[in-house]
């Protein structure tokens, strides 16, 4: 495994734009926020509990990590719940 930051010359195109993207301040900020609503879980539920599940906020927003906004859900049920509030927001004629 090469260095941080480094790539190496059979990188596929798409692991470079990845890199890129997953090293800008925005994202890093973003991955810091999931982490810590994960170990609030992980504390309030156990570890045991959250294995293999996904921390579901209730309000949407993913930055509110307070213990009243987080649940515990199945991967499946949480993405279905996410699709299904993005779609809500458009309009159907």
Do not use: E
């Amino acid at each position: 495994m090469g260095k941080k930051g480094v790539y190496s010359s059979s990188a596929k195109p798409r692991s470079k734009y990845q890199r890129k993207y997953n090293s800008t301040p925005t994202q890093n900020k973003r991955r810091s926020n999931r982490n810590k609503a994960r170990r609030s879980a992980k504390k309030a539920y156990g570890a045991s509990r959250i294995k293999g599940k996904d921390i579901h906020h209730k309000d949407g927003n993913p930055n509110n990590n307070s213990k009243s906004n987080l649940s515990v859900q199945s991967v499946k049920k949480n993405r279905s719940n996410n699709k299904r509030r993005k779609n809500a927001k458009k309009t159907t004629k």
